[in-house]
């Protein structure tokens, strides 16, 4: 029995929220990793960085595992009828429905973590609750079949907790030692509860309108889904 | 001033040696990210991941940073005259020379990593001496203009080094909380320094044909380099 794991590439995705999980995934026994859109043209990241999908949606096999990276272009599917119909149908049968960073927002809008302890980027936590979630902060967050993970590299520790989910801890241990997974980040600063304040600040101003325009953008997708369903 | 960095992308490399550092250096202000290639066609990963090359090595700006990430691959480029000949050019002239994982054996071969000390994946460091580098155990190993990163995951935390040494640290900082690189790797057993023995046994048994298969190649390499100086 092969395990089918379907990543969704879309455009201005940020890449490494795909490319961290892919690395450890892809090594898993028996397993087939589908990198997954609506045709099989190049996608671009948000920092252009160039990837093929493997496989369209509307011909890829019932998935095992549903993932959904985060990044910027996640906005312009909150209200994409196709995209939310294959992850909410995949979401329904899937074994495990999971994702990084923003990609969460994307789940949510399938309406898939409703009643769900959920986790995103440490900057757009607030968001979650607008789709009936429960914000929990953590590097990886497991709440039944729903697996979340923070911000963009939050994925490679999310992927070694699924590959241990998948293929059993050992194997899970053997990735973590061959990918020479022992981090050392040069300022320990990678989340606000331990960098300093007046960083977080400046990071937070930078990003103050993209908090905004996000928020606009959930409110929109819900009214659009709501207003479908009259 | 632009500054221009140039990652080797290459059939068979391991994508997340590069696609790591690429997501914190894209980052950088007045900064260019080439991915090289002979062609623009796409390159296929040793995981099959299909990655578009920005820029053709005959047709690159000078580089200010030159940097090859490791993987399979890395053993058919070790008699490329095109290739070697290229590193060993812009080698040269770059600010900063600089590898992840098993890239340091290519950096070798081009003759640039002589008296300098190195670090590559954990398995491969026996590998260094023979092209007179220095071993190093470390995540990132800083000597003179030589920056090396160890294994797969490594070229995140050498991504953030080279960050703040290009722009800053103030800027690096940002990029780590940007990123949300605060990692808990699962199982803490990333390197054989912290890993249980039996785990680090059975991961050498299984990459030892590997480490074989290097040692000729390199030996091989180093050979033909010498009769073509005669």
Known sequence: MTTHIGLLLYPGLTQLDLTGPYEVLHRLPSTEV????????????????????????????????????????????????????????????????????????????????????????????????????????????VDRNRITGGGVTAGIDFGLRLAAILAGEEHAKGIELGLEYDPEPPFRCGHPRIADPKLVAAVEASFADRLAERQANVAKALETTASSHV
């Open 34 to 141: 589908h990198l997954l859109w609506k045709t099989l043209e190049i996608v671009e990241s948000d920092s252009g960085l160039g990837l093929r999908p493997t496989t369209r949606i509307d011909s890829c096999p019932p998935l095992d595992v549903v993932m959904v990276p985060g990044g910027f272009g996640q906005m312009a599917l909150m209200e994409d009828a196709e995209i939310l119909a294959f992850l909410a149908r995949e979401g329904e049968r899937a074994a495990w429905v999971t994702s990084v960073c923003t990609g969460a927002l994307l789940l949510g809008a399938a309406g898939l973590l409703r009643g769900y302890e959920a986790t995103t980027h440490w900057h757009y936590q607030s968001l979650l609750p607008m789709f009936g979630a429960i914000p929990k902060e953590g590097r990886v967050v």
